[in-house]
């Protein structure tokens, strides 16, 4: 009777918990986006932040950090921001036409009769219901006002969570291990090691590749004269990075349409062509420069983990996907066991993988020795 009554009373906490944190999870949501962006945040800030700390005492590196990033995008938002805000406008302004140019396209190329009440007709959508939405979307003075003091605060908010993580990650650490007997607190050390370093390694060296994406494509379409080139070139970067497998082909249909759209075509076939080109060469070069010390995770790992994450989570999950995937990633490196294949098991992938070499003389120099040496490996 005692042993019922038990696990009914477990059954009951385990039911309560669950209510519980289903309460937190949907009124908290923002405020746990918040803390988990800011915790990454803090791993991306943490390489820079522990060198400066051997220093100055650790609040005052995260202090310098932090200033110096908002110094970046002050003097970014400086020399660009009125012409980002002019041309992303226009940019916005100019999608009816664009729509209706692609549509003409369209009914040249496949002799059909699309149009955009058409389309609008078959989402069940008319030009009506979208302005009054349109109208029901607009803000008052007022309204724009609250709308830009909310942003401030949420701003502030970040910073402020940013800040506190940052310079406390040390005493973090320590008081996350004092939760765990002795036994287990080594463990527990190596994994928040682990966690901190491939997850903060993987995105910086994502904002590092989009800053370098963004900024060379920039300096390309200012060149070959892309309407619209910075946020073009800011969209190219952004996307190409940090949706996995498939941004970079996302990441170029726009700039592409827009330049193929341009009084000048040619603007956007160059536009694909160098986006080709960069590529290649971010494969092979840059990116495995900067992505050394981070978890290389397989393509489709990483856009399976989007997929999952923005059906659990939404946008958040979608975003914090791939970071904690590489966490899970460098985890099951450290303490999965790996073990050696059989030989003949071995051979078999080995001579799946590998190339076909041609018949005579070239097949005889691809064959490896008895001992899977290459020849003249003695």
Same mark, same amino acid.
């Given at each position: 009777?005692?042993?019922?009554?038990?696990?009914?009373?477990?059954? $009951?906490?385990?039911?309560?918990?669950?209510?519980?944190?289903?309460?937190?999870?949907?009124?908290?949501?923002?405020? +746990?986006?918040?803390?988990?962006?800011?915790?990454?945040?803090?791993?991306?800030?943490?390489?820079?932040?522990?060198?400066?700390?051997?220093?100055?005492?650790?609040?005052?590196?995260?202090?310098?950090?932090?200033?110096?990033?908002?110094?970046?995008?002050?003097?970014?938002?400086?020399?660009?921001?009125?012409?980002? *805000?002019?041309?992303?406008?226009?940019?916005?302004?100019?999608?009816?036409?664009?729509?209706?140019?692609?549509?003409?396209?369209?009914?040249?190329?496949?002799?059909?009769?699309?149009?955009?009440?058409?389309?609008?007709?078959?989402?069940?959508?008319?030009?009506?219901?979208?302005?009054?939405?349109?109208?029901?979307?607009?803000?008052?003075?007022?309204?724009?006002?609250?709308?830009?003091?909310?942003? $401030?605060?949420?701003?502030?908010?970040?910073?402020?969570? #940013?800040?506190?993580?940052?310079?406390?990650?040390?005493?973090?650490?320590?008081?996350?291990?004092?939760?765990?007997?002795?036994?287990?607190?080594?463990? *527990?050390?190596?994994?928040?090691?682990?966690?901190?370093?491939?997850?903060?390694?993987?995105?910086?060296?994502?904002?590092?590749?989009?800053?370098?994406?963004?900024?060379?494509? &920039?300096? #390309?379409?200012?060149?070959?004269?892309?309407?619209?080139?910075?946020? $073009?070139?800011?969209?190219?970067?952004?996307?190409?990075?940090?949706?996995?497998?498939?941004?970079?082909? +996302?990441?170029?249909?726009?700039?592409? &349409? *827009?330049?193929?759209?341009?009084?000048?075509?040619?603007?956007?076939?160059?536009?694909? &062509?160098?986006?080709?080109?960069?590529?290649?060469?971010?494969?092979?070069?840059?990116?495995?420069?900067?992505?050394?010390?981070?978890?290389?995770?397989?393509?489709?790992?990483?856009?399976?983990?989007?997929?999952?994450?923005?059906?659990?989570?939404?946008?958040?999950?979608?975003?914090?996907?791939?970071?904690?995937?590489?966490?899970?990633?460098? $985890?099951?490196?450290?303490?999965?066991?790996?073990?050696?294949?059989?030989?003949?098991?071995?051979?078999?992938?080995?001579?799946?993988?590998?190339?076909?070499?041609?018949?005579?003389?070239?097949?005889?120099?691809?064959?490896?020795?008895?001992?899977?040496?290459?020849?003249?490996?003695?």
């Amino acid at each position: 009777m005692r042993y019922f009554w038990r696990l009914w009373f477990t059954f $009951l906490a385990v039911v309560a918990l669950a209510l519980f944190l289903r309460f937190v999870i949907s009124d908290g949501g923002p405020v +746990i986006f918040t803390v988990l962006m800011s915790w990454f945040a803090a791993l991306v800030m943490e390489p820079v932040v522990r060198r400066l700390s051997r220093h100055m005492p650790r609040g005052a590196a995260t202090g310098v950090v932090m200033a110096g990033a908002a110094i970046f995008g002050a003097v970014f938002l400086v020399v660009f921001g009125n012409l980002f *805000v002019q041309q992303v406008v226009q940019l916005i302004l100019m999608v009816p036409e664009l729509v209706d140019k692609v549509l003409a396209w369209a009914n040249d190329a496949f002799s059909m009769s699309l149009s955009r009440d058409s389309l609008l007709s078959s989402v069940d959508l008319s030009p009506e219901q979208l302005a009054e939405a349109a109208a029901k979307l607009g803000v008052s003075i007022l309204g724009f006002l609250g709308t830009v003091v909310g942003g $401030l605060f949420s701003i502030f908010t970040f910073g402020l969570f #940013v800040f506190y993580i940052s310079a406390g990650m040390p005493w973090l650490a320590r008081w996350v291990g004092s939760l765990f007997p002795p036994r287990s607190q080594s463990v *527990v050390a190596t994994v928040w090691t682990l966690t901190a370093e491939k997850t903060g390694g993987y995105v910086g060296a994502r904002v590092v590749l989009a800053a370098i994406n963004a900024g060379t494509t &920039a300096i #390309v379409f200012v060149i070959i004269g892309m309407p619209y080139w910075l946020p $073009l070139s800011l969209w190219t970067g952004i996307v190409a990075q940090f949706v996995p497998t498939i941004g970079t082909y +996302i990441s170029i249909i726009l700039p592409v &349409a *827009v330049g193929l759209l341009s009084p000048n075509p040619w603007v956007g076939v160059i536009a694909l &062509a160098w986006a080709v080109l960069y590529q290649q060469v971010e494969n092979l070069t840059i990116e495995p420069r900067i992505s050394a010390k981070a978890v290389d995770v397989n393509p489709a790992v990483s856009f399976g983990a989007v997929l999952l994450g923005a059906a659990l989570f939404g946008v958040a999950g979608a975003f914090l996907a791939v970071p904690v995937a590489a966490m899970l990633l460098a $985890l099951l490196d450290a303490y999965g066991n790996r073990y050696d294949l059989l030989p003949d098991i071995a051979k078999s992938v080995d001579s799946a993988s590998a190339p076909r070499a041609t018949a005579g003389r070239g097949a005889a120099a691809a064959t490896p020795d008895a001992d899977g040496a290459p020849p003249g490996a003695d």
